[in-house]
């Protein structure tokens, strides 16, 4: 039986003691990123839950948003991201199908991908002041809801894009083979084929793009939130109220009160709506993978 020698001992209990370190340094980090998590979260249920009953979602803001509800508010962040996704949705699922399906030029798609790329790290309020200036400004559209649509619908596209791709490229091969080795074409084989198995993905991205366009604040402050309205939208061309706008408006514009006890509420409301989405994207994927049968 051989024996360990003395100075590879040594060097095993370095490497040993480096990868307990590195671990522990991991194991650090993720349990400050969870601490930090609950804390916000506890923080936001403890200021705004006083704050939360049915009154609360279903009336109009009153006595200069000091008391009623949010209402207003819930219902234009709903049209808001409901309207960024039927905008990026069709443009992101058929740049995806051209990047993945029919473009012919490397060079293009390499380019087409860092725009894509590049698209996703510009900081939202860029995209504020690009629909002041074109959409508020140039095309006159005022600050509307349609201002606010387009902007959250193009600050989304990058993630509606990408994640389209990453679902049609794990749509396996052989399917694409077998369709077009039975005579279909390869726009048949696209929508009946493909299409159809990639369609959890697409919803995860749509579902993600939905929670980002809901908790935006910068775009909107430019080009669609008012501070407060009494009225509903009855037109593309209308104010809206939104929920991460009310919030900002009544922290450094409210005085009275009651409006911090509303602002924590809406951010109770707004925070419970984000991890909504989230948890059912989730839900989505773990579905779609269960329900593979390739």
């Known amino acids: 039986m051989k024996e360990t020698h003395p100075e590879k001992q040594a060097i095993d209990k370095n490497r040993y003691a480096r990868q307990s370190a590195g671990f522990l340094v991991l194991k650090a980090c993720v349990l400050s990123v969870v601490l930090s998590l609950i804390v ?24 200069g948003m000091s008391e009623g509800g949010i209402f207003p508010a819930i219902m234009g962040t709903f049209l808001l991201s409901t309207g960024a996704i039927l905008f990026a949705l069709p443009l992101g699922v058929l740049t995806a199908v051209w990047l993945t399906e029919y473009s012919t030029s490397m060079k293009m798609v390499r380019l087409l991908r860092i725009g894509i790329n590049s698209l996703a790290g510009v900081p939202s309020i860029v995209f504020g002041l690009f629909g002041l200036a074109f959409l508020v400004k140039f095309m006159q559209f005022g600050v509307s809801l349609l201002s606010g649509i387009v902007v959250l619908g193009i600050m989304v596209l990058p993630t509606v894009i990408v994640t389209a791709e990453e679902a049609l490229l794990s749509v396996p091969k052989s399917f694409k083979e077998a369709s077009l080795a039975l005579g ?53 061309f209308s104010e809206v109220m939104a929920l991460p706008y009310h919030i900002y408006a009544l922290m450094t514009e409210g005085s009275q009160a009651g409006q911090m006890e509303i602002a924590y509420g809406t951010a109770l409301v707004l925070l419970m709506l984000v991890l909504a989405v989230n948890a059912a994207a989730i839900a989505i994927r773990i579905k779609a993978r269960r329900g593979r049968k390739w």
Do not use: C, H, Q
């Open 40 to 63: 916000l979260i506890g923080f936001i249920v403890i200021k705004g839950m006083g704050a939360l009953n049915i009154d609360f979602f279903i009336k109009f803001p009153e006595n």
């Open 184 to 236: 279909a074409t390869r726009w048949e084989t696209m929508y009946k084929v493909i299409l159809p198995n990639a369609i959890s993905g697409i919803l995860t991205g749509v579902i993600l793009g939905i929670g980002r366009a809901a908790g935006e604040t910068a775009p909107i402050m430019f080009t669609a939130a008012t501070f407060f309205t009494v009225k509903l939208p009855d037109s593309l």
